[in-house]
């Protein structure tokens, strides 16, 4: 599908990115293995930065999702004969005693954490889709930015569930293709290349950079 779409509008967007956590990218994490291994490129995390810093240089607001737990993980006790699924599950997170509040390992990595009174937030949240914590919605509500722009962690999870929610509640959505993952392979690459464009623009971070840069 080939679509025009004007530069981004810089005054309408907001950044958010998704399980940028302690344990997904660093390589003392739990998790860190789901990440290393799915990544498109050797330096997305310093593509994700440059995002970060473009966003910060030219008054983005910025959101972190991060996916955290309870100790104990009771948000995922449930798994109705097994037949209840979702990453979490699947991807072993009580069993390897992952994102629990309040730890490192749920932590938003150090160096792109929130500055303290900069337009950045860090959102709870014990499920993939941000639109599920009801502070989301309020936070964009109140910054008044309508188009949403998606990086982090996972393409089929986090990424894509929230540029579904964000259509059906008319939110534009820019996904960048080089800062997400590929953790299920040729699946995760055509979901970029065939899904999301039903729900948004799929981009380079390089360009995205560019276009809000532009005089």
Known sequence: MSEHFPPVPVDDIVLVITHLQNDFWDPAGAGYAFT????????????????????????????????????????????????LRG?????????HNMAVRGTWGAATLEAFKPRPGAPEF???????????????????RNLNRHVLVLAGLATNFGIEMTARSASEREYGVVVLADCTDRLLGDYSEATLRVLLPYFGRVMESATFIQEISAP
């Open 36 to 83: 290393r291994d799915t990544l498109p490129y050797p330096d997305t995390r310093a593509r994700i930065g440059a995002v970060i810093g473009a966003c910060r240089a030219h008054g983005v607001p910025i959101i972190y999702h991060n996916e955290t737990f309870r100790p104990g993980h009771p948000e995922l006790a449930e798994r109705r004969g097994g037949y």
């Open 122 to 140: 860090e959102i709870d949240n014990a499920k993939v889709d941000p639109f599920t914590c009801s502070e989301f919605e309020t936070l964009l």
């Open 87 to 95: 990453s979490g599950r699947v991807l072993g997170l009580p069993e």
